[in-house]
């Protein structure tokens, strides 16, 4: 059934309806647009073509997430290691053993649970309910119930239900942002689009689910439901994608696999050597099981987790939410960004910009602005006087232009605005606390309306005072609009449209005095092009007087006067354009992918900072070019208008091919399926989809582009901490096989017991590298370009100071191991001392571990506090060990006299002599610009030297 169904969907899929004429459309489909389906061939439709659903993605269910967190190279090992400790009856090792198992398991099956939902929100986005023609007359159905054939009727306020060949259509205008990323509502015809390759914001005949009818009236026929749609084709693409592994996932699991192929090595040494030696099998296992949990870094899951958890919180604090732990450090390593450009990088709510009146051009203010309007680089303050101009410094006042309209002044200015306010069919603007800023109303409409208000007009006082006679409503055919109201100074037309469509209605035009003039038509397109080049949606606005009740038919007049242009845009984040820029200095290639024409993306992209010659490639031409191809493009171009979900998910697919780590931001249902692609998507809290933010690893609290700089330093500096905590725990556990294996081909016998070698490893160690976790940013992270995502955590750099530390440790621990030996010591008091010269030595290396090459004096404990409480409490626990009964007999241990404090603590602090000197020669190398310092620790070289 289900395959029959899918059959039938893609044979639908399959048919470019757009391009079918509405009559074809109709025909093809066995449907009539007066009498719709009758009940019977519903039934039989949905039979055939099955429910008006997205299939939903089963998840895993909870025993499958917790079995995935013990498949893991590392708990392989461990587990192996209990076993074989239970089987010589070796109890209590066993048993601590396994409880760092499970508690690893459980932090891992906690975060994978809460962050697991990434389709099911597509779901929601379909409408519950939709109003179709069955049987002749309108009725309401659940979404679900809709089928192909069937006549959907859209009015302001519906939502689309399927993808719909539109039929009929009165001034009918959808708004498709959250699919296609257009930042105004779409008008829709019934008329076919003789291209099959045009992208749904060039298919005008056709409205798609999930999107919203805002103005206007329609008829249309269901030609694609559910999985068919193009949202359906979202969700699909979605599924396919698949989960993406995160770089630090990655590294990770290359190291924890290279350390437990050594573990194994080391093992087949331990056993084979052990038993040419003679030694007898129950040392060896215990000499196998030692060197296996010394070896291992078992605090190295938790404690990655927990400084995932440290920048999770860091982030939150600056506005950025993560869905998923591993992703965290993805952004430290990013290497290109591709932004949707609305709601993203800009604010996703129309608003006027510019105005060109009298000859001169004009800028608004912004909406924070107190006054009406500022001065533009070549042009006037809205109703300014000429002293201020000259002058620059002063606002205008906010009442002048609702003085000079109230006073009947033809100020080209004040006319334009209120012909803006008055042939308009928003009844007012929407409420300030309105965070996405749609309101009740047409945005356009809503735009002209806050100009004029900006500007000191009231729209209900104006409008009573200009009381409306007539109307010719908007329509897409004609251009215009324009209305016939009684004014103080009589009645007059005031008309509104396309600057083609007004002009040909006009005969002169308003010049700066205010006074009537000829009409200088090419003056005006010039200027109306001028501002479309800066990507503006250019309006004329014109008036004139006449003694009619009534327009004629569709008819304004043919001789009013053109007051002048507003120019409409979407406008960038004020921020934005810094963003961009920071992220461009940190090495982070940015792009911007947009539904919009390309001429508006080129005008936006220069604003942002892309350059004045920006390339623009448009979404068509990538469907024509070759995998080959678009991987050559995706490398010179940054900027792509008229793109589609399958574009942006092809363009994602190429930089990864390319070796990129690649982070991707949206907002709409189109970003699902390149947010889930990439290596970390960012989703727009604000504004954003469900869809949006449950396909991505980030969540921008603020909708704020701003916010990705921010996180890409916290990125980094969680990568750092990784790198930190990383060198810590494996120099300690080199110094612990040393002097494990010294012990089975040396003269002497274990230094530790597997107890006393988890308690250096999970308690007096434990404590400290979980502290290294909340080390703070270091300055120059953002200066410094990404690393090459093919570094590991341990590059030669880190692996040279491991093997020298390592070798360090072990002799030091072997020296006062043997010296104790020499003294006639019980082996209970020899490996006590030794066991705490490991702790001393952690005492002292975690100092070292905080910068790969800063002097630790550089680096302060009270930058860090937890350290030093942890420093503290680790040491505390080390002789609550030695002196506490209980503990005496789970770890074998006895107290020290404090002459062997003394030369543990001596011993244990060389560490920090060598490594400062070692420090010493890595600065003077950095300086002479050769070193091979991580990058992350670079920057840090200024940190903190306050």
Not at 536 to 553: C, K, P, Q, W
């Amino acid at each position: 059934m289900a395959e029959r169904e899918k059959s039938n969907r893609e044979e639908i899929q399959d048919l470019p309806w757009h391009t079918r004429s509405a009559e074809d459309a109709l025909q093809e489909l066995e449907t009539d647009l007066e009498q719709g389906l009758t009940a019977q061939e519903a039934e039989e439709r949905l039979e055939r073509y099955g429910p008006n659903t997205i299939e939903r993605r089963e998840a895993d269910p909870a025993w499958r997430v917790l079995l995935r967190q013990f498949l893991d190279p590392l708990i392989y090992i461990l587990l192996l290691a209990a076993a074989v400790s239970f089987a010589f009856q070796e109890i209590v090792d066993a048993a601590v053993i396994l409880a760092v198992v499970v508690l690893n398991a459980g932090i891992g099956f906690s975060q994978e649970w809460r962050a697991r939902k990434a389709i099911e929100s597509l779901q929601e986005m379909t409408a519950p309910k939709a109003r179709v023609v069955r049987d002749g007359e309108e009725t309401e159905i659940d979404g679900d119930q809709v089928v192909p054939g069937d006549i959907v009727v859209l009015k302001a306020g519906a939502s689309v239900p399927a993808d719909v060949r539109i039929v009929r259509a009165r001034d009918l205008r959808v708004d498709e942002s959250a699919l296609t990323g257009e930042s105004h509502p779409v008008s829709k015809e019934d008329s076919a689009v003789d291209d099959e390759q045009a992208v749904p914001g060039d298919q005008v005949g056709m409205a798609f689910s999930g999107t919203t009818a805002v103005r206007g009236r329609g008829r249309g026929v269901v030609v694609r439901t559910g999985d068919a749609s193009e949202l359906g084709k979202i969700a699909e693409a979605a599924h396919s994608v698949g989960e993406v592994k995160t770089p630090i996932q990655e590294k990770m699991e290359h190291l924890a696999k290279l350390i437990g192929i050594a573990i194994a090595v080391l093992a087949v040494i331990v056993v084979a050597g052990g038993s040419l030696l003679g030694i007898p099998l129950d040392e060896i296992v215990r000499t196998a099981v030692a060197l296996t949990v010394g070896a291992v870094p078992e605090a190295l899951p938790i404690v990655l987790t927990v400084t995932l958890a440290v920048g999770v919180q860091r982030m939150a604090k600056r506005n950025a939410i993560m869905r998923s732990l591993p992703a965290v450090e993805t952004l430290g390593s990013t290497t290109v960004v591709g932004s949707d450009k609305t709601g993203t990088l800009t604010v996703n709510r129309m608003t006027v910009g510019a105005v060109w009146a009298g000859g001169e051009r004009h800028r608004l203010r912004g909406r924070d602005d107190e006054a009406g309007a500022e001065a533009g680089e070549d042009g006037d303050e809205a109703g300014a006087d000429e002293e201020e101009e000259d002058d620059g410094g002063e606002a205008a006042d906010v009442h002048e232009v609702a003085d000079q309209v109230a006073e009947g002044q033809t100020d080209p200015v004040a006319m334009t605005l209120l012909t803006g306010l008055l042939a308009n069919e928003s009844e007012s603007l929407p409420d300030e606390d309105d965070e996405d800023g749609g309101g009740g109303g047409d945005p356009t409409e809503n735009a002209l309306l806050e100009a004029a208000v900006r500007a000191g007009l009231d729209i209900n006082e104006t409008r009573e005072s200009h009381g409306q006679v007539d109307i010719i409503p908007f329509e897409s055919e004609r251009q215009f609009m324009a209305t016939i109201n009684e004014t103080p100074e009589g009645r007059r037309v005031f008309l509104k449209g396309s600057p083609e469509a007004v002009l040909e209605h006009c005969a002169h035009e308003l010049g700066p005095d205010g006074e009537a003039r000829d009409l200088d038509a090419d003056a005006v397109r010039e200027a109306a092009s001028a501002l479309a080049d800066e990507g503006y949606r250019v309006l004329a606005m014109a008036y004139g007087d006449t003694d009619a009740e009534s327009f004629d038919g569709d008819d304004p007049g043919a001789d009013l006067v053109l007051a002048g242009l507003q120019g409409l845009e979407d406008p960038i984040r004020p921020e934005a354009a810094d963003a961009v820029a920071q992220a461009q200095r940190a090495g982070i290639r940015v792009l911007m992918l947009t539904g919009d024409h390309a001429r508006t993306a080129r005008a936006i992209a220069r604003q942002l900072g892309f350059g004045d010659d920006v390339r623009v490639e448009e979404g068509r031409n990538l469907a024509e070019r070759s995998d080959e191809e678009v991987a050559e493009l995706v490398k010179e171009v940054d900027v792509y208008a008229r793109v589609s979900p399958q574009h942006k998910l092809r363009l994602v697919e190429a930089l990864k091919e390319q070796g990129h780590v690649v982070g991707v931001t949206g907002d709409g249902v189109n970003d699902a399926p390149a947010l889930r692609a990439a290596h970390i998507g960012i989703a727009m809290g604000k504004i954003g989809t469900d869809a949006a933010r449950e396909a991505s690893e980030m969540v921008l609290a603020d909708d704020n582009f701003a916010s990705i700089t921010n996180a890409i330093e916290e990125g980094r500096v969680v990568f750092a901490n990784v790198r930190k905590v990383t060198y810590f725990l494996l120099s300690t556990g080199i110094g612990l096989v040393l002097t494990i294996l010294s012990s089975l081909f040396g003269p002497w016998p274990l230094p530790y017991v597997a107890a006393q070698v988890l308690w250096i490893n999970l308690v007096t160690n434990g404590l400290q590298d979980v502290a290294l976790a909340f080390e703070g940013g270091e300055p120059g992270l953002l200066d410094e370009p990404p690393r090459d995502p093919e570094e590991g955590v341990l590059n030669s750099f880190v692996l040279w100071r491991l093997a020298w530390v390592g070798i360090l440790i072990a002799t030091g621990t072997m020296a006062v191991f043997w010296w104790m030996l020499q003294q006639d010591a019980s082996i209970e008091l020899a490996r006590s001392v030794a066991m705490t010269q490991m702790v001393m030595f952690q005492f002292f290396h975690v100092l070292n571990a905080r910068s790969l090459h800063q002097s630790f004096v550089k680096v302060p404990l009270r930058n860090n506090r937890f350290l030093f409480v942890a420093m503290i409490l680790a040491l505390l626990a080390h002789i609550g060990a030695l002196h506490l009964p209980f503990m005496q007999a789970l770890f074998s241990t006895v107290p020290l006299a404090w002459e062997q404090w003394l030369m543990v603590v001596a011993v244990g602090a060389t560490i920090i002599v060598v490594a400062e000197i070692d420090k010493f020669f890595i600065r003077r190398r950095m300086a002479r610009g050769d070193g091979d310092a991580p990058r992350e620790e670079a920057g840090s070289e200024h940190a903190e030297e306050d």
